[in-house]
C-alpha cells in the first residue's frame, strides 16, 4: 500500500466537505462540513509527516486541530446568537451583517 | 512503544495495514458522504463523529499516536459535543427542507465537487509521492517527546500565538452569546396582571385523552360539542404529526349519548353533529337503543384495534 491511498482518501473526503458546504442551508451542518475539510487536511498532513520521516507534518496537524477548536467555538457563538435574533438556523435567512 | 514505533518504522506497510484501511475508508466515506446527506442536523453529527474516529485509527496506523489520542479527545470528545449542544439548542427537530431555493444548486455544487476532486487526484497523481520513509528515526524517543521537543524549539512563536487565539476565542464567544439584561425583571404581580390583560389562556389547559376510551397524551380531549380540542394536545407532537386523530365513531358516539340525555330529561336538542360524525349518528333511540349502543361500542372497538396498526410509530414514540 503506498501512501497515495491515504491521499486520495483525504481528497475524497475534502471534496465531500466542500460539496456539503455548497449545498447545505442550516448553518451548523455548513460548519460540519468544514470540520470534516479540515480533517481531511489533517489525514493528508499526517501521511506526508510519515513518508518524509520527520514530525513537523504532525505539528502542522496539530496547528491545525488548535485552530479549529477556536473556529468552532467563535462560529458556534455566532450561529447561536443569530439563533436567537432570528429564530432559524439557514444561512439563507441571514442575509445582513447586521440584526 | 518500541513495538509500536517498530511497527510504525516500516517503510513497507503491513498487509494488516492494507486491510485496515480497505475496511476503514469506505466506511469513513460512508460517514462523510451522511453527514452532506442527511436530512437531520443531529444525524449529520454522528455520521461526522464516526469518520471523525475512524480518522483517530488512521492516524495511529501512521505513527501519529499523540494526534490520534487528540482527534479522538478533542474533535469527537468535546468539538462534536459542543456541535450537538448547539443542535440542540437550536432544536433538533428542525430538519432541512429539501426544496432548492437557487435553482440549479446542488447540480452546479456536484460539479464543482466533482471538479474539484478531479484536480486533487490529478495533482497527486503528478506528484511523485514514493514509499514511506516511516517515523523510526522521529519517533525514536517517542512520539510525544518528539512533538514537544519541536513545538518548544523551531515552533515555540506559533505555539505561543495559538495560545492567545484560543484565549481571544473564549473571550470572543463569551462576549458574543452574553447578553445584558437592561430592563428590570418584572415581579410575579406585574406577570400576572399582563398575562390577564393580554386574554390569553388563565386556567390550566385542557387535559387531553377521551375519558373512559383513552387517556393518551397524544389524542385531543373533546369540547363540549364533540370537536377535538387543539389546546389539549402538546404542541411539540402535533408539530411532529404525532396526534392521534379521535376516531368518527367515538365523535358520533359522544354526540348520541348527548341527545340521549338531553331527550330523557326532555330538553330541547341543542347538541350541534360533530364535524366529521357523518352519518354515523344514529337518528332515532327509543328502539332499541341499547342494541344500536352495543353495535356502535363493539365497531368503535374494532376500528381503534385496526387503528393501532398505523399507529404503533407513534406509540412507540410516546414510550
Redesign the interface.
Same mark, same amino acid.
Given at each position: 500500500?503506498?501512501?497515495?491511498?491515504?491521499?486520495?482518501?483525504a481528497?475524497?473526503?475534502?471534496?465531500?466537505?466542500?460539496?456539503?458546504v455548497?449545498?447545505?442551508?442550516?448553518a451548523?451542518?455548513v460548519?460540519?462540513?468544514v470540520?470534516?475539510m479540515l480533517?481531511a487536511g489533517?489525514?493528508a498532513l499526517?501521511?506526508f509527516?510519515?513518508?518524509?520521516?520527520?514530525?513537523?507534518g504532525?505539528?502542522m496537524?496539530?496547528?491545525v486541530?488548535?485552530?479549529?477548536?477556536?473556529?468552532?467555538?467563535?462560529g458556534?457563538?455566532?450561529?447561536?446568537?443569530l439563533?436567537?435574533s432570528r429564530h432559524s438556523?439557514s444561512v439563507?435567512d441571514a442575509s445582513l451583517m447586521k440584526l | 512503544m518500541s513495538t509500536l514505533t517498530a511497527l510504525?518504522a516500516e517503510t513497507t506497510?503491513s498487509g494488516g495495514?492494507?486491510a485496515q484501511?480497505w475496511i476503514l475508508?469506505p466506511i469513513?466515506?460512508a460517514g462523510? !458522504?451522511g453527514? /452532506?446527506l442527511m436530512r437531520r442536523?443531529v444525524h449529520?453529527?454522528l455520521c =461526522?463523529a464516526g469518520?471523525?474516529i475512524i @480518522?483517530a485509527l488512521?492516524?495511529l496506523a501512521?505513527?501519529?499516536y499523540? !494526534?490520534g489520542v /487528540?482527534?479522538i479527545v478533542?474533535?469527537t470528545g468535546?468539538?462534536m459535543m =459542543?456541535?450537538l449542544f448547539?443542535?440542540m @439548542?437550536?432544536?433538533v427537530s428542525?430538519a432541512?427542507s429539501l426544496k432548492e431555493?437557487l435553482k440549479g444548486?446542488?447540480l452546479?455544487?456536484?460539479a464543482?465537487?466533482?471538479g =474539484?476532486?478531479i484536480l486533487?487526484?490529478a495533482g497527486?497523481g503528478q506528484a511523485s509521492?514514493?514509499?514511506?520513509?516511516?517515523?523510526?528515526?522521529?519517533?525514536a524517543n517517542g512520539?510525544v517527546q518528539?512533538?514537544a521537543s =519541536?513545538?518548544f524549539t523551531r515552533?515555540v512563536v506559533?505555539f505561543e500565538v495559538?495560545g492567545v487565539?484560543?484565549t481571544?476565542?473564549?473571550v470572543?464567544?463569551t462576549l458574543?452569546?452574553h447578553?445584558e439584561r437592561i430592563e428590570r425583571n418584572k415581579s410575579q404581580r406585574e406577570q400576572a396582571e399582563e398575562r390577564v390583560r393580554s386574554g390569553e389562556q388563565l386556567p390550566p389547559l385542557p387535559a387531553p385523552g377521551v375519558y373512559a376510551r383513552h387517556n393518551a397524551v397524544d389524542i385531543p380531549g373533546l369540547l363540549p360539542d364533540g370537536r377535538p380540542s387543539d389546546l389539549s394536545v402538546n404542541p411539540t407532537l402535533r408539530e411532529r404529526g404525532q396526534v392521534r386523530e379521535v376516531h368518527e365513531q367515538a365523535l358520533a358516539d359522544l354526540a348520541a349519548i348527548e341527545r340521549r340525555t338531553a331527550e330523557y330529561q326532555g330538553r330541547a336538542v341543542t347538541v350541534t353533529p360533530p364535524r366529521r360524525a357523518g352519518d354515523a349518528a344514529p337518528a332515532d333511540t327509543t328502539t332499541g337503543a341499547g342494541d344500536e349502543r352495543a353495535h356502535d361500542a363493539e365497531r368503535a372497538e374494532r376500528d381503534n384495534g385496526r387503528d393501532n396498526g398505523p399507529d404503533a410509530a407513534g406509540e412507540e414514540a410516546r414510550r
Open positions: 500500500m503506498s501512501p497515495e491511498n491515504y491521499l486520495h482518501l481528497a475524497l473526503l475534502f471534496t465531500i466537505g466542500a460539496c456539503g455548497l449545498v447545505r442551508r442550516n451548523i451542518v460548519f460540519m462540513c470540520e470534516l480533517n489533517n489525514l499526517v501521511a509527516s510519515r513518508m518524509h520521516g520527520n514530525l513537523d504532525q505539528i496537524a496539530f496547528f486541530m488548535v485552530v479549529a477548536a477556536a473556529e468552532v467555538v467563535v458556534l457563538a455566532i450561529i447561536v446568537m439563533y436567537r438556523a439563507d | 510504525a506497510t495495514e492494507a484501511f475508508a469513513a466515506v462523510g !458522504l453527514t /452532506v442536523a449529520s453529527a =461526522l469518520t471523525m @480518522l488512521f492516524y501512521n505513527g501519529a499523540f !494526534l /487528540v482527534q478533542v474533535y468535546a468539538v =459542543l456541535f448547539v443542535l @439548542l437550536v432544536g428542525a432541512d431555493t444548486q446542488r452546479l455544487a456536484a464543482c465537487g466533482l =474539484l476532486g486533487l487526484i497527486i509521492v514514493g514509499s514511506f520513509t516511516g517515523l523510526a528515526e522521529a519517533n512520539n518528539g512533538l =519541536l513545538l515552533y506559533a495559538t487565539l484560543l481571544i476565542a473564549a470572543g464567544a458574543l452569546t447578553r
